[in-house]
């Protein structure tokens, strides 16, 4: 499957940005997606995860109440809603595809190129 990741750009602090996340197709090989992002000098981080066909969802900590991951099957697009966002949430967000959204958080099948998402404070 293909990844293409597209939504990034520069907003002020407790601003909102929406990233999209288009597949090539949807298989139950990789029926989860998920969101990764990596800040300079550090490593890759996971994000959230959706599950297309069950809905079910799962996110890190650092972004529980503020991210929603949601899936449009129809047009084959996860999102990623982006909201009161700080500048610790400035990085490059990377989606993903996987068996589940629980392995995809180690184990990833395919990866999209990024999109920086830069928080001015």
């Known amino acids: 499957v293909q990844l293409q990741a597209s939504g990034g750009g520069l907003v002020q602090a407790g601003g909102s940005l929406r990233l999209s996340c288009a597949a090539s197709e949807r298989t139950f090989s990789n029926v989860a997606r998920a969101w990764f992002r990596q800040a300079p000098g550090k490593e890759r981080e996971f994000v959230a995860a959706i599950n297309w066909s069950s809905g079910s969802t799962v996110y890190a900590d650092s972004v529980k109440g503020r991210f929603t991951i949601s899936t449009d099957n129809a047009k084959n697009t996860v999102y990623l809603q982006m909201n009161s966002l700080k500048p610790e949430d400035t990085a490059v967000y990377y989606c993903?595809?996987?068996?589940?959204?629980?392995?995809?958080?180690?184990?990833?099948?395919?990866w999209g190129h990024g999109t920086q998402v830069t928080v001015s404070s």
């Open positions: 993903a595809a996987g068996r589940s959204i629980f392995g995809i958080r180690t184990s990833p099948n395919c």
